[in-house]
């Protein structure tokens, strides 16, 4: 799913000028926790606790190419009016109308 969202990115970079772009990555944090137990203590603050994160870097290859055959689907999602009645179990479905009203008025 990363994959696509960088790419695609990276793809809009390119068409608006901004580009060209040769590298992608997904950046992200996970806690520390590899002996946490043992500075329990230490984390503690008087608002609660504190933890530290290391940052990842996982570099994705630049593919733009996979992107322009999932347009015309993202194109359907996009012109839907109305949820069908197989997403009205989806307890979202309520904001659906809205949130296509408010994403014409972006584009």
Not at 5 to 12: E, P, T
């Given at each position: 799913?990363?994959?696509f969202?960088?790419?695609?990115?990276?793809?809009?970079a390119?068409?608006?000028?901004?580009?060209?772009?040769?590298?992608?990555?997904?950046?992200?944090t996970?806690?520390?926790?590899?002996?946490?137990?043992?500075?329990?203590?230490?984390?503690?603050?008087?608002?609660?606790?504190?933890?530290g994160?290391?940052?990842?870097?996982?570099?994705?290859?630049?593919?733009?190419?996979?992107?322009?055959?999932?347009?015309?689907?993202?194109?359907?999602i996009?012109?839907?009016?109305?949820?069908?009645?197989?997403?009205?179990?989806?307890?979202?479905?309520?904001?659906f109308d809205?949130?296509?009203?408010?994403?014409?008025?972006?584009?």
């Open positions: 799913m990363y994959e969202q960088l790419n695609g990115n990276a793809l809009i390119d068409r608006v000028g901004l580009g060209p772009v040769n590298q992608v990555a997904l950046v992200y996970e806690p520390v926790t590899d002996g946490y137990a043992d500075l329990l203590d230490e984390a503690r603050t008087e608002d609660g606790f504190r933890m994160f290391h940052a990842k870097v996982v570099p994705v290859d630049p593919d733009r190419s996979k992107i322009p055959p999932l347009l015309p689907k993202a194109r359907g996009y012109d839907v009016s109305a949820p069908s009645s197989a997403a009205k179990g989806c307890e979202d479905w309520a904001n809205t949130l296509v009203k408010a994403s014409r008025t972006w584009c």
